[in-house]
């Protein structure tokens, strides 16, 4: 029966003597329950369970006996009690912190008898260490860049606008009228449930980074010259010339008495800024809805020299032709100008130029890729190269 009895947990008897000497001797079984329960713990959680059985604020033994001895104590003793109880909880609380450290200090003998911590011992510092390759510029971003820097040589500013436009800034304002048919070469991922909105107000992935010189016009007066690079979206299946999703770097300048010829000059020598001064440019006429008259620019290839050979072989970026389409430019049709011409853009007054190239298929010539699907499935092997 005696020894049952000293094994049962301790717990918190309520008080009916508040006397000094009851006081000193339910004080005394309390911290002995103490001491011995805490000479048992051999590990963390040993410690966390003691820690909680003694301190826990909600029914932690502590608690137990400001409620049961404390608050239960008469009122012209409750001083000499109050005294007895805080003493408690300072010998608690220093217990509970001691058997942390001695458990930490524990755990660190036990350590540093290990193997490990003994071969630790033996590093040999002058080993070489373990080399964290820095990232690189993406081929795509690399020449995006390159080509933006080109055109802020020569004074322009970069500009940028969403990737989720509406139809107004993706067609409407560029001269694509609703229903017309150049809307159809321009394959458009639309935003879902958008019907009940007016169609100018429609979500949709932009298909050009076009919608940008609208919005930048209606921000600022001419003169401009900016250049803007971004991300496109058309619902082109994925194979080796074609990607979902690519970029295009685009041009506007307006100003008074801009011409055809300042169009020439300025893409001519920036081409030659770009592939390097040999490089030739020609011109052939073409058509887009926001130029008139419009044009697509080739290059002569930089690859083969324009000669349409690599040694006995043809050469296949240029098709044997000696030239490679690069991009395509016009003047800006009048009636784009009109979107905007409360903001000064009088067709009257002003004439402008715009351009447009594929970052990425600039990229695939300018390295020599031949699968566009290399820039976008991140595979470390292949964007190293471009380190
Ligand atoms: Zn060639």
Not at 153 to 182: C, K, M, R, W
Not at 199 to 210: C, G
Not at 280 to 303: G, L, Y
Not at 340 to 354: E, H, L, R, T
Request: glycine share 6%; with cysteine; hydrophobic share 35%.
């Amino acid at each position: 029966m005696a020894s049952k009895k000293r094994s049962a947990p301790y717990t918190v008897p309520r008080l009916k003597d508040f006397s000094a000497p009851a006081l000193d001797k339910a004080a005394e079984k309390l911290l002995a329950a103490l001491h011995d329960e805490s000479s048992r713990i051999k590990n963390e959680a040993d410690w966390k369970t003691f820690r909680d059985r003694w301190m826990a604020r909600s029914n932690g033994i502590l608690t137990q006996i400001n409620n049961l001895w404390l608050k239960a104590a008469p009122k012209e003793v409750k001083p000499q009690v109050g005294q007895r109880v805080n003493e408690i909880k300072d010998k608690v609380e220093d217990e509970i912190q001691d058997t942390e450290l001695d458990l930490i200090r524990i755990q660190q003998e036990q350590l540093s008898s290990s193997s490990y911590v003994k071969a630790a011992d033996h590093l040999d510092i002058t080993l070489p260490g373990i080399r964290r390759p820095l990232g690189a510029e993406h081929p795509v971003i690399k020449t995006t860049n390159e080509l933006v820097a080109v055109f802020r040589n020569l004074g322009y500013s970069v500009q940028e606008g969403p990737v989720i436009e509406t139809d107004y800034y993706n067609f409407e304002s560029l001269n694509f009228p609703p229903n017309h048919p150049a809307r159809d070469t321009q394959d458009t991922l639309f935003v879902a449930r958008q019907e009940s909105k007016p169609l100018r107000d429609r979500l949709l992935l932009r298909t050009h980074t076009s919608p940008v010189q609208i919005r930048t016009m209606e921000r600022m007066k001419p003169p401009l010259r900016i250049v803007i690079p971004g991300k496109v979206h058309r619902n082109d299946p994925p194979d080796a010339t074609h990607s979902p999703m690519f970029h295009q770097i685009e041009g506007l300048a307006v100003d008074s008495n801009i011409t055809f010829g300042d169009l020439k000059g300025t893409l001519d020598h920036a081409m030659r800024m770009f592939f390097g001064s040999s490089v030739k440019t020609s011109f052939r006429p073409s058509f887009f809805p926001f130029t008139e008259p419009s044009a697509e620019m080739m290059v002569s290839c930089f690859i083969c020299g324009g000669s349409g050979k690599r040694g006995s072989e043809p050469c296949r970026p240029c098709k044997q032709t000696g030239w490679i389409e690069i991009l395509g430019c016009g003047m800006v049709d009048p009636s784009v100008f009109d979107f905007v011409k409360d903001n000064g853009y009088d067709p009257q007054k002003i004439s402008g130029f715009a351009f447009g190239m594929g970052a990425d298929r600039i990229a695939l010539l300018k390295y020599g890729v031949d699968d566009i699907q290399l820039f976008f499935n991140g595979d470390v092997r292949f964007l190293e190269q471009f380190e």
